[in-house]
């Protein structure tokens, strides 16, 4: 019998809508996303030792155990190629509690909720996400899960996904021919960036070399006597939108960011338009925040300030109405 390899290299993540809730979506062309070759998979719980008395040293033979799994993997943060079309990712991006408010032929602005029926763009019920591998594929059934974005700098920002669901058998299965599919546009680094802050007055933070947020998303398998593995799937329960800006240390009377951390004064942090061409731009805008404590660095012999910043619901809130963090491509 020949020997067949299978190549790392010939991969495919598919994130696609479930039709019926926490049931398994086979993948389509159409909804397999280029990712970064970073891809982790695993399984967790499985067979369960038996530790019973016997009369000798020898254990009970194990019993089988409940198994979730989980799929972990990265994307360039680009846009579509198209301004007002979604990005190849956008099933991804529902997948973790963001929905997307479309304006014609303008924009896609993505925002956190906790509404969840595909109704007004808010995200589908429940996702079977897919790492096809040359001819096999792993498959994570009712799955959600969360994501967090790094810019640094002069390299290309990227998002970071983890999705977790109920464990689907391991099985035989060919690669999507999604040639016809897969989007060119070509993702731009982390320049040109206008940068900007107002915690109880407007600064422009110079020197800034990083910007990171994490949608803090709580993930809760649901366990359930009659599925076949003992989870029906995930559920989003919780979210703590946390980040962080590293920019070059100014003086008190420019902005006293130690100041705005003690008193925990709430302000606005944003990108600015990220790329010059339409349908690959992006806008990261952090409406409600306080701040932490900055921490000091040296960036060969210039003082540098980490910020942490939590974001937060304003005082006035109602649900799923207001944006507090926001993606926008245009």
């Known amino acids: 019998m020949a020997h067949t390899q299978i190549l790392r290299g010939k991969s495919q993540i598919s994130v696609i809508e479930e039709a019926t809730q926490d049931t398994l979506q086979v993948p389509v062309a159409s909804s397999v996303i280029m990712s ?18 016997r009369g000798d040293f020898l254990r009970m033979a194990r019993s089988p155990g409940a198994m979730s799994a989980t799929i972990s993997f990265s994307v360039p ?15 991804a991006l529902k997948a973790c509690g963001m929905m997307v408010t479309n304006v014609g032929a303008t924009s896609d602005t993505y925002t956190a909720t906790s509404a969840f029926d ?17 001819a096999t594929r792993f498959s ?19 998002l970071s996904f983890t999705f977790s669901g109920a464990y689907s058998p391991y099985t035989d299965d060919g690669l999507e021919d999604a040639s016809a599919v897969y989007d060119a546009t070509i993702p731009q680094p982390f320049i040109g960036a206008t940068m900007a802050s107002n915690f109880g007055g ?17 993930i809760a398998l649901g366990k359930d006597a009659s599925a076949t593995y003992g989870f029906y799937g995930a559920r989003i329960t919780g979210r703590n939108i946390t980040g962080s800006m590293t920019f070059e240390k100014v003086l008190q009377a420019s ?6 951390a003690a008193a925990a004064t709430a302000g606005t942090l944003g990108t600015g338009v990220v ?22 660095g040296d960036a060969d012999g210039i003082m540098t300030w980490t910020c942490p910043f939590d974001v937060h619901a ?3 809130e109602v649900e799923d109405t207001d944006i507090d963090l926001q993606i926008q491509f245009t």
């Open 140 to 158: 994570v059934i009712g799955a959600f899960g969360n994501v967090s974005m790094t810019a640094e700098v002069d390299s290309v920002p990227m």
């Open 314 to 316: 304003d005082s006035d």
């Open 36 to 53: 970064n070759d970073d891809v982790t998979i695993s399984v967790e719980g499985g067979p369960m030792d038996n530790n019973v008395i």
């Open 77 to 91: 943060l680009k846009g579509s190629g198209t301004a007002g079309t979604a990005p190849e990712f956008d099933n």
């Open 202 to 218: 407007a600064y422009s933070p110079i020197g800034v070399t990083a910007f990171s947020w994490d949608l803090g998303n709580v």
């Open 118 to 134: 595909s109704a007004g763009g808010n995200p589908h019920t429940s996702y079977s996400i897919h790492l096809l591998n040359d």
């Open 275 to 296: 790329g010059g061409t339409a349908g690959n731009k992006w806008a990261v805008s952090v409406l409600h925040a306080t701040l932490g404590m900055p921490a000091e």
């Open 255 to 260: 902005a006293d960011f130690y100041g705005h």
